[in-house]
Nanobody
Framework: QVQLVESGGGLVQAGGSLRLSCAAS????????MGWFRQAPGKEREFVAA????????AYKDSVKGRFTVSRDNAKNTVYLQMNSLKPEDTAVYYC????????????????????WGQGTQVTVSS
């Protein structure tokens, strides 16, 4: 089993920044790709960003490229999502997730590829 706990969400004005953190415990964090997803009211959960187990590969949703940065600290079992230039359309509950396969050579983009999920943290961007 793995436990994921997100933090860092909140209310911010458009153009502002937030840094989300996801602390992992329960299995060998450093062997797994970690992803960030989000879900707005009435919409499906969507991919936002992911980082491979080695941190050598990252992937982003097109609409967040250049604004969001995913990173990880394997010594702290933590993955981060730095969000800059936030827009009202970024408002959602943000979830971190751990890949169901270890040492995957590519970064998975679909929810089905991730096995463990955090409880989510709310991000609200006001206009």
């Amino acid at each position: 089993q793995v436990q994921l706990v997100e933090s860092g969400g909140g209310l911010v004005q458009a153009g502002g920044s937030l840094r989300l953190s996801c602390a992992a415990s329960g299995r060998s964090f450093r062997r797994y790709t970690m992803g960030w997803f989000r879900q707005a009211p009435g919409k499906e959960r969507e991919f936002v960003a992911a980082i491979s187990w080695s941190a050598s590969n990252t992937a982003y949703k097109d609409s967040v490229k250049g604004r969001f940065t995913v990173s990880r600290d394997n010594a702290k079992n933590t993955v981060y999502l730095q969000m800059n230039s936030l827009k009202p359309e970024d408002t959602a509950v943000y979830y971190c997730a751990a890949d169901r396969s270890e040492l995957r050579s590519i970064v998975a983009l679909t929810t089905a590829s991730y096995e463990y999920w955090g409880q989510g943290t709310q991000v609200t961007v006001s206009s």
